[in-house]
């Protein structure tokens, strides 16, 4: 399976570096526009199916895609964004702020301890992992495209390259980004990594992400 995955277009979260998570947010009018350009960079190329996250974001990014190539959108909530809980629609510098010790705790453990009524990294690797192999089981010679989320994709990058989920952070993921992967049984291959030449100059004078919350 060759398998693109796209982040979704801007949201204004991203713009203010709040913690999304699962919050079902619009793109900003910044991410409308990246959304149209991902689509005009992939009209040349083949795909066989478009599978999105369910939340709103993600839907938007993919349906530009969807009316260029004529496919249906196929929703899978397996590819949302981790949710962190009572985080969410907060900053960083506030959560730790206000939560030291909740924050002590999750920094000394951040794979494996979540945010207050949120989920753990190593929850959202397993949902990453289930949702490759059903996918792949799907499609093991086709063309696919997902769209889904920057935490997502970094948690996904770590589980196929077999690296600690400790180093996500490791990887940039803009949004609007292409990543690609080669699967096949039982080997990953990264073949690009947020690859973003279809976005050039659209940014050029606007605001744009600075600080990768997730």
């Known amino acids: 399976m060759r398998l693109l995955i796209a982040r979704h277009g801007a949201t204004q979260y991203n713009l203010d570096a709040r913690f999304t998570g699962q919050v079902d947010v619009p793109l900003s009018p910044l991410g409308e526009r990246q959304s149209h350009a991902l689509a005009e960079g992939l009209a040349g190329v083949h795909l066989d199916a478009l599978i999105s996250s369910d939340l709103r974001r993600a839907l938007a990014t993919a349906a530009p895609i969807a009316r260029l190539h004529g496919l249906d959108v196929q929703r ?30 999750f920094e000394a453990d951040s794979v494996n301890v979540a945010p207050p009524g949120g989920e753990s990294v190593a929850q959202l690797r397993d949902r990453a992992a289930r949702a490759l192999d059903r996918w792949y ?11 889904t989320h920057g935490g997502f994709l970094a948690v996904l990058l770590c589980h196929v390259l077999g690296m600690d989920l400790t180093r996500r952070w490791q990887f940039r993921r803009d949004n609007a980004s292409l990543t690609e992967l080669a699967a096949t049984e039982g080997r990953v291959i990264l073949v690009r990594l947020n690859d973003t030449r279809h976005l050039a100059g659209l940014s050029t004078g606007e605001q744009a992400e600075t600080s990768q919350v997730l």
Do not use: F, Q
């Not at 907060?90 to 909740?102: K, M, Y």
């Not at 499609?139 to 495209?145: A, F, K, Q, R």
């Open 76 to 105: 899978d909530p397996d590819l949302r964004e981790i949710s962190v809980g009572s985080w969410s629609d907060r900053t960083w510098e506030a959560i730790r702020t206000e939560e030291p010790e909740v924050v002590a705790r």
């Open 137 to 147: 089981a799907a499609y093991p010679e086709s063309d696919v495209l997902w769209v």
